[in-house]
């Protein structure tokens, strides 16, 4: 009997390590069939499209050493971990001498090796982010397979990423925080204490990279404070006598809703000390950036009768207390009044020059002062003339496809050819030694224009089905995702915040709309997650019951014979 028992247990062992070999095996080529799905978009924009730039900003953020703009007007995350790969691509290279690290920093060289490393580095973290998002939102492998697809369909994540700028990296952080966001908001309110860890950390970098970013520390306070308010009115109108267990979810939520504030609150914190952190290092004083993007909002004061724009200066030199800001503003009406057309750069240069004539690091502080009281005394509140400025950018940046944006890409990277003397590095850069015309062809490319024909009003209304569909199912079949569905909707809501804010603070350009529009993808993919789950749970429950009702067979019903002398 031993014998026979030891026999069993072991076949029964073998049975189960087979099965987990299958299981993790199956696991295995699932992951690797969705990271192929992913990757072929980036594999053929490498083949065939050079890296794109953004302008100058992405020259400053990749070469100069940490200062004011590194840090400051530009969210230095980037600036920072962008020198890493550019570093390693630099000693393959063999272009110099092989330094350290640090002083790389301080003089940066670029390279075609560190630019594709740079670039390579940026898909491989996008493949990354979309898998671990994926996998948050679905269970089984067919779904994976749709929204795999469904997203590498999108140019716009892959254009960004073939592309030199902080934005690329913010929009990889938002796809690993849209993913974390998901299983916590799943989880409630049983959330594990690493999910908050790493939501922090998460955001804490998105911060560090594009400012607009800190508007997310709100989004899970909002989204818990959401689901708990409607779980309690089900429950009141449900169960209006259960008072203790209302109760008991009560303090849960409390909780879960202080614990969501205060990591987004120490995000906020640890992002800040982070870049005073980074002042302290590089000598120079912490102040905020808001006046120098205000610089490219003030366009509205054109479009301004004179009286009322004489009136509006007026006005905002009377709130200002710095001379130097009174002065500016003197300068701002003499511009205006020539009737130049309104060149942000040209205007900042000529008037830190002309007004802050000390030392170099004094003037740049002065002159931020003086923008940002400006900025402050105009944006608060704003005037008519502003919000009505706002309001068309923002209506232009809702008119916009993904082609839109991507195009504008193109037309960034071609920058430097009308700015050679500013940016000399780049003429060694393959993208630069190509022909021009070749740059601009690549645009057209098919992939490109996949969805021309879909704006993101359109995508809205696509949208907006889909919520409306994912609420019709949860309801019919009282499934536990209406937390998820609750999440979709205050992300894709963060996401037009963030693009309507932005037309507040500077005039609208198409990648000022990638938050939106990413958000807004992010978002229908967490719908259509949802809406799988819960046909998937529909059908299983409908095949149970018809096997539930189905007769036994004939053959294994046993039926006594009475015989008639019984």
């Known amino acids: 009997m031993r014998l ?6 072991g076949s029964k062992t073998l049975g189960n390590l087979q099965s987990a070999d299958k299981s993790e095996s199956g696991k295995t080529v699932a992951t690797a069939v969705l990271l192929l799905i992913l990757a072929m978009p980036s594999l053929w924009l490498i083949f065939s499209t050079p890296p794109l730039w953004r302008d100058s900003d992405a020259y400053v953020q990749t070469v100069f050493p940490l200062n004011a703009g590194t840090i400051l007007k530009h969210a230095p995350l980037y600036c920072l971990l962008s020198r890493v790969p550019l570093w390693l691509g630099y000693l393959t290279s063999g272009g110099g001498p092989a330094v350290g690290l640090g002083h790389f920093i301080k003089h940066t060289q670029l390279t075609d090796s560190g630019v ?22 679905t269970t089984n492998l067919s779904s994976r397979l749709l929204l795999a697809i469904f997203f590498a369909s999108h140019p716009v994540f892959y254009a960004f990423a073939h592309s030199i ?27 594990v204490l690493r999910d908050w860890f790493l939501f922090g950390a998460l955001l804490c970098a ?59 609150l120490s995000a ?78 040209a205007f900042a240069k000529e008037s830190r020059a002309s007004f802050f004539a000390v030392s170099a690091k004094v003037q740049s502080e002065k002159f931020d002062r003086s923008l940002n009281e ?26 916009l496809s993904e082609r839109d944006v991507v195009q504008y890409l193109f037309t960034t990277t071609d920058h430097f050819f009308k700015h050679r003397d500013s940016l000399p590095q780049l003429a060694r850069l393959k993208t ?47 499934t536990n995702d209406g937390g998820l569905t609750l999440y979709a909707i205050v992300l894709f809501t963060f996401g037009v915040i963030m693009v309507l804010l932005t037309c507040f603070f500077a005039a609208i350009q198409p990648r000022f709309t990638l938050p939106m529009i990413e958000l807004l993808v992010l978002s229908m993919m967490i719908l259509l997650g949802v809406i799988f789950r819960e046909c998937k ?24 014979l009475v015989t008639p002398t019984e």
């Open 4 to 9: 026979n028992d030891l026999r069993q247990r």
């Open 116 to 137: 594709f490393t740079l670039v390579f580095a940026q898909h491989a973290a996008l493949w990354w982010a979309a898998l671990f998002f994926i996998n948050g939102i």
């Open 165 to 191: 700028g902080s934005e690329t990296l913010s929009m990889i952080i938002m796809v690993f925080l849209a993913a974390t966001g998901s299983r916590i908001v799943s989880r409630y309110p049983n959330i």
């Open 206 to 264: 998105a911060i560090l990279t594009r400012h607009i970013n800190s508007l997310l520390a709100a989004l899970l306070p909002i989204t818990i404070f959401l689901i708990a308010l409607v779980r309690w009115l089900y429950k009141s109108l449900t169960h209006r006598r259960a008072a203790s267990a209302a109760g008991f979810t009560f303090g849960k939520f409390v909780r879960v809703w202080c614990a969501s504030v205060v990591t987004g």
């Open 268 to 345: 906020l914190i640890l992002a800040t000390s982070f870049t005073h952190f980074l002042c302290w290092r590089a000598h120079i004083h912490w102040r905020p950036s808001l006046g120098f993007t205000f610089v490219w909002r003030l366009d509205f004061l054109n479009r301004m009768p004179l009286g009322a724009r004489d009136q509006l200066l007026a006005a905002t030199a009377a709130k200002c207390r710095l001379p130097e800001t009174r002065q500016l503003l003197v300068k701002l009406e003499e511009w205006l009044s020539q009737n130049r057309p309104w060149n942000p750069a």
């Open 374 to 399: 400006i900025a402050y005394a105009l944006l608060f509140p704003p005037n008519s003339a502003l919000r009505s400025a706002a309001l068309q950018d923002f209506q232009y940046a809702t008119r």
């Open 432 to 478: 630069f030694r190509e022909p021009r015309a070749q740059l601009l062809s690549a645009a057209n490319q098919f992939y490109f224009q996949w969805w021309n024909l879909i704006s993101f009003r359109l995508w809205s209304i696509i949208w907006l089905l889909l919520v409306l569909l994912a609420l019709f199912i949860n309801t019919e079949l009282r």
């Open 537 to 560: 749970i529909f059908w299983r429950s409908t095949a149970s019951e018809q096997i539930s009702s189905t007769p036994p067979p004939l053959e294994r019903i046993s039926v006594k």
